[in-house]
């Protein structure tokens, strides 16, 4: 199956400061996929690459077959919510629909029209006046109503309060159900991704550190908990993601293989906010870099 996207070693510097490097990544079709990444990690940069708004300094980058942007077809295939869920502050609802139909050559006019129903929408109103909210709703409806086969979007719910975060992303899972797309999604905020994605791609310091389906990646990773150890490393093999040491204790994340029985050791699993959280440890990062 063609893969949603494929990138090789792809790169983007701005001046002297790599934004993304060495970038290699194989993403199957049919997932929601998370990419998370603390602030300047490079989210943007990898999605704007995808879309074609960006071209690489180094590498390359394919999706769902061809070239990002080259062309009308793979236009029509590749939905794009950007950063701020941009709309059109002096058009109404209704013009946002009538603009998407124009452009659009697979528009779902009835999608659009009922979903804004749904929503309570007025196509009256100025785009310009609805909340946060609402104008992260139009402009998923906007990304739905192309019917793309992937859908991406860049944070969309940054801005959004917990209510109205919730309600965005159960709509975003009821169309992913209904009309079968791929999305990747970047935040910030795991908890976000948690209940969302089943497909993790962590981003650190402009370096990918881990991509994977989400329930291998949990299964692959063990929090080990036991009697500080002098030499700072862990009790078993793998390798390890994070490590913390207090006077009489340290705690590691590893991945690799279950860990054998330790009587003075605990061994734990984690969920996707520890996982990613391990990832985004700068003092690990920062060993893992020097090792590289
Ligand atoms: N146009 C630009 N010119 C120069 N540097 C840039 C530009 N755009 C991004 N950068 C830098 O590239 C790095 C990655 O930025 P990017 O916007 O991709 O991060 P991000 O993970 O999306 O961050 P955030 O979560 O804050 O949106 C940052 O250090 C940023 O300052």
Redesign the pocket.
């Known amino acids: 199956m063609t893969s949603v996207l494929e990138a090789q070693g792809l790169g983007k510097r701005?001046?002297r400061?790599w934004?993304?490097r060495d970038c290699t990544i194989d993403i199957p079709q049919g997932h929601v996929v998370g990419l998370v990444?603390?602030?300047?990690?490079?989210?943007?940069?990898?999605l704007k690459l995808a879309t074609g708004v960006l071209e690489p300094t180094t590498g390359g980058i394919g999706v769902l077959g061809g070239r990002p942007a080259a062309g009308h077809e793979q236009l029509a295939r590749v939905g794009f919510v950007a950063?701020d869920t941009p709309v059109y502050a002096a058009l109404t609802v209704g013009d946002h629909l009538r603009l998407g139909a124009r452009l659009n050559p697979g528009w779902d006019a009835g999608l659009a029209r009922e979903r804004i129903a749904r929503l309570g929408l007025d196509p009256a109103h100025r785009a310009g006046k609805l909340s946060g909210g609402q104008r992260a709703q139009l402009a998923l409806t906007l990304g739905l109503a192309k019917r793309p086969d992937l859908l991406i979007l860049d944070?969309p719910v940054a801005s959004l309060d917990p209510l109205a975060r919730r309600d965005f992303l159960q709509g975003l899972m009821e169309a992913t159900a209904e009309h079968r797309f791929s999305v990747l999604l970047?935040s910030?905020l795991v908890s976000d991704l948690e209940r969302t994605c089943d497909y993790l791609i962590v981003?650190v310091d402009?370096r990918v550190r881990i991509a994977g389906r989400a329930e291998d990646l949990l299964a692959a990773h063990h929090r080990l908990t036991g009697p500080r150890r002098a030499d700072g490393t862990p009790p078993t093999g793998g390798q390890v993601v994070s490590a913390r040491h207090t006077d009489r204790q340290s705690t590691f994340v590893v991945h690799g293989d279950a860990p054998a029985a330790d009587p003075a050791w605990t061994v734990g699993r984690l969920g996707m906010e520890d996982l990613v959280l391990a990832y985004m440890d700068h003092s690990v990062a920062a060993d893992l870099e020097a090792a590289r």
């Open positions: 701005y001046g400061r934004a993304l990444g603390p602030n300047g990690a490079g989210k943007t940069t990898l950063q944070e970047s910030h981003l402009s």
